[in-house]
């Protein structure tokens, strides 16, 4: 009885340090598509997962932003789990409506015209769960790039 008493607080302890995960960088901002329906393409969190388990991706509350301008949510695709270890990735999906589209274009048209750089932001948390124990990962990537019309 002892004996299984002090595996269980061993692995409660073990369970509950788990170390944060870092995004270390943000792929596909720059090849977000923009057209007459909207914002849409593809992103990828590479992230580094230092614990000993994976972490399975449950839910996202990210937001993509240009020049300040919210132009939609950012979307979990389908359920994925985060292995052990760095530069491991997570998929993720936009699609921004025609009305965030036109209030970007409005506040940024003459930057779009003369090429200069917009803002684009992503900031949210992803949270999920290793062991039945809640994680959220933290997301804040910016990157300046030339949309031009």
Do not use: H, W
Request: with cysteine; aromatic share 2%.
């Amino acid at each position: 009885m002892r004996l299984a008493l002090a595996l269980m607080t061993c692995l409660l302890v073990g369970c509950t340090a788990l170390q944060p995960v870092e995004v270390v960088r943000v792929d596909g901002l720059s090849d977000l598509r923009i057209s007459r329906g909207g914002i849409g393409g593809e992103l990828t969190l590479v992230v580094n997962n230092p614990n000993p388990v994976a972490i399975s991706a449950e839910f996202i509350d990210v937001q993509l932003s240009i020049s300040g301008t919210p132009v939609g949510e950012v979307q979990l695709p389908y359920s994925q789990s985060i292995p052990k270890g760095t530069n491991q990735t997570l998929q993720l999906s936009i699609q921004a409506e025609t009305k965030a589209l036109l209030g970007v274009l409005e506040s940024n048209l003459m930057r779009f015209l003369t090429g200069e750089e917009v803002e684009v932001r992503v900031v949210g948390e992803v949270r999920g769960s290793a062991l039945g124990i809640a994680v959220g990962i933290p997301v804040d990537s910016k990157q300046n790039m030339k949309i031009q019309l």
